[in-house]
């Protein structure tokens, strides 16, 4: 493996509960919640029926099989090689014609640069070493004028609170220690990250969580959750 910008900390989490990735109850129950909302939204927005999408950070093809059932010809990376074999396993059963590869998104951009019409990168910024790496291979991995879609945590004292205390240590919604604050990615960062690599940022969107009725949804609110809709221009950069 060439590109190195993985944490094998946080690829060992992942790992030790990659057998729990579709039970829908289990560690994973907020990403199954949430998969309507993001697979729709990417969808809205770029329509990917017949379409080439990759997910950078498939982990065991939560969102990869939304978008395949969505009529599009997924690709799904990932560097855990506990979570790709779940995922395999569960796109067999699924009868649904999924290619996963082991492999950083640095890595196959050199192989793939230009290839596919949607880029996801959901849930996966913050747990990488440089993320504005990935931003960069993320841009290179999409055609001329395709859609890049990243979805992370914003970072300041609420998300704290709310991401890492409130879902972590007291609603118990996630392992404890899934996220590390000083991981965390404010928009403007992102923003930045994604005009330096050659995107053109469209929209931001929120997702807020409500403990109460167990809901989540899109609005302006980026406070925590977030997503950011790009752009590659259509000339060829």
């Known amino acids: 493996m060439e590109n190195s ?7 060992a989490k992942f790992e030790s ?31 990917v029926s017949g379409k080439k999408v990759i997910d ?18 997924v690709t799904g990376i990932d560097m855990g090689e506990a979570p790709l074999g779940v995922a395999r396993l569960h796109a067999s059963n699924s009868e649904l014609n999924i ?5 950083t998104a640095e890595d196959l951009a050199k192989e793939r640069a230009q290839t596919y019409d ?18 960069k291979a993320c841009h290179d991995l999409v055609k001329p004028g395709g859609y890049v879609f990243f979805s992370t945590i914003n970072r300041n004292p609420k998300a704290y609170a709310l991401a890492i205390i409130g879902a972590e240590y007291i609603l118990n919604l996630l ?44 609005g ?11 752009q590659r221009p259509e000339q060829n950069d």
């Open 56 to 73: 950078v950070g498939c982990g065991g093809g939560i969102l990869s099989e939304a978008m395949a059932e969505k009529g599009a010809f």
């Open 5 to 11: 910008n993985f944490d094998r900390n946080e690829l």
């Open 220 to 230: 302006k609110n980026v406070d925590v959750n977030y997503l950011m809709y790009c």
């Open 175 to 218: 392992p404890r220690g899934t996220h590390d604050y000083n991981k965390l990615i404010k928009p403007s960062e992102l923003s930045k990250a994604a005009r330096d690599a050659g995107l053109m940022v469209k929209e931001l969107k929120g997702m807020t969580f409500n403990p109460i009725t167990d809901t989540y949804k899109l």
């Open 118 to 135: 949607v880029v996801c990168c959901l849930e996966m910024l913050e747990h990488v070493p440089d993320p504005a790496s990935v931003v």
């Open 99 to 103: 290619e996963y590869l082991h492999s």
């Open 17 to 47: 509960i990659a057998e729990k990735w579709w039970d829908k109850s289990s560690e994973f129950k907020p990403l199954h919640d949430i998969n309507p909302l993001r697979a729709n939204y990417i969808d809205e927005h770029a329509q």
